[in-house]
């Protein structure tokens, strides 16, 4: 197997100017892959681009072309860079013909293959960039569950701190698009000061999304069956789509009821056994979910989990019309109406 390395490790070695001949960068999630080849495209200053960085795209190329350039020495310059896009389009045959390079590569030649969007197929792929001392990035997608931790990590990362309630804003807002969640923290890292905390005020004020009113706000108010500031909140929501769209809202009442129904069932109905049922890391976590366990019934969860799933297929357009707020109306009023009659 092929040396696999993480995408910070592999950040900092380019930031050091250690590298190795080649590097394959592949996986599903591209943000990390356009950031790292961005990093590759910058390697060199400008007044040795012109004879000692190459970048093809693999549709419009040949191996041979890329083998034959990265067998050239660099011209008055410590290094040549061959940056290979979009292999992802070209046959699995053009990936192979690489592997002979892969394996013997040339020491003074850095390689980059970006195969964005998707895994490499290349029959023996890993056992040629062992061979030859390189290393293979793998991109993975942006899970649900992982949302919050990379929150944290990349906000620990850029120095500052971030109170929970703020943690949970970012993520329904952000979801799993990493460019927007490192655009945002980024952002906030260049407004505030080293160590500072980031507040619901502060991302109301930098980033636009309500403190008062988000789904945050709704999933506690849903979760103590609080009606009317549920149906404040929706109103808020309807008024200012941009930041509030249906699909995402849907998706963190999905959430919500499915953990609850499990912490139900959990063998230890301890803050640390339902924790570890659930996956989360702290205890503020379930504050929300203990006080939905205390105000709905088993029964009431799954017709209401049904409902969540109904309305959604309604609101991409299976069996209905409707206008996706009036959508998201009805599942509030039906998921505080539930009396735990389910229909099979």
Known sequence: MADTIDFNTLKRSIEAKKFVPVYILHGEEGYFIDVLVKMFEELLPEEE??????????????PDQVINTCRQYPMMSERLVVIVKEVQ???????????????????????????????VKGKDISTAIKTGGGVIFESKKMTAMNVEPAISSLVKEKGLNIEP?????????????????????????????????????VIE?????SKDYNNFELVRAIATRDFVKAVTILKYFRSNPK???????????????SNVLIAFYAADKSDRGMMAELGFKSPYQLKDIKDAMQRYKPWQLIEIISEIRRMDAMS?????????????????MRIFDARGQVKL
């Open 205 to 209: 004020k930098n980033i636009g999304i």
């Open 243 to 257: 930041n509030n769209p249906p699909m995402v809202t849907t998706t963190v009442l999905f959430n919500l009821f």
């Open 89 to 119: 389009a070209a046959n699995v045959s053009f990936i192979n013909s690489l592997k002979t390079y892969m394996a013997n590569p040339t020491a003074t030649t850095i390689l980059v293959i970006a195969n964005r969007g998707a895994q």
């Open 165 to 201: 309630k703020s943690l949970k804003m970012l993520a329904d807002y952000v979801g799993t698009d990493l460019s927007r969640l490192y655009n945002e923290i980024n952002k906030l890292a260049v407004i505030l000061q080293p160590g500072a905390m980031i507040t619901p005020e």
């Open 316 to 332: 991409k357009g299976v069996g209905s019309r409707m206008d996706a707020y009036d959508l998201l109306d009805m599942l509030v």
């Open 49 to 62: 681009k012109d004879f000692n960085q190459y970048i093809f795209y693999a549709p419009e190329t040949t």
